[in-house]
């Protein structure tokens, strides 16, 4: 595409955009992440040109593939769950799901999620683990670090979802460890997933690890929703300085033991509440 529209582009580009031209009426940006925005009268016709195009090109494209992928949240959050989600996304969701513009998610807030995900939820086939906070501060340990512990959450929840399904071209999982660390984190478990296709931004890639990633993130606003409720703070995202002004408020009110089944106590942020 780079090429083709080489003597097309416009003088200016948008923010995150490779490049936007015109073809007779129709405006095309491409952008950073990969994906193409058609714009015009016949934007569709274009849109469909180039779809066949790309389906017939020889570079492994994953997209139009009925795949199996998945993806975690939690993780960098001091307070609260991590929910592991895999979904099935089959060629012929790939139309339906495309209205939603799933392929955004990142730039979701909280409540587009929430309206959002119920609309999608039933008609795509996934399985979802939530590891609450006193299993992960059980779990975690000399022998059993943050990695593993995603590790051991994507094979389950894969397994569980491949024993219902029958056909699928691949098992996409967004990678955040190397596929030889991967696995080594899953020496000793029994029900291994083998045939995973490890890929970076992998949501921009097949809308099953998209669907997975929002499903995380819907039970992970849910369950820190309830928590906040149960705790009577509201609990932030993320570990940054108000986890911390957060954490102590919570000491003062229940007590230092109390953090164990609301936060993750490896993250520093733990000495730094309990400090002082
Ligand atoms: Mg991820």
Redesign the pocket.
Known sequence: MIEYFKDKKRVTTPPYAVFQADEEDTVVTLYESGKVLFQGISADVDAALWREMDKQSNVKDYYWSSSIGS??VGTGDYFGPIVVTAAYVRIKDIEFLENFRIGDSKNFTDSQIIKLVPKFIRKIKHTTIIINNIDYNKFYGADCNLNKIKAIGHNRVLFNLKNKIKKYDYIIV?Q?TSPKSYYKFLNDTTNLVKDITFLTK??DRHLSVACA?LISRYHFIREMNKLSKKVGIKLPYGAKEITISTGKEIVNKYGENYLKNIAKLNFKNTDKILKD
């Open positions: 993806d975690e967004d955040f992998a949501e990633s």
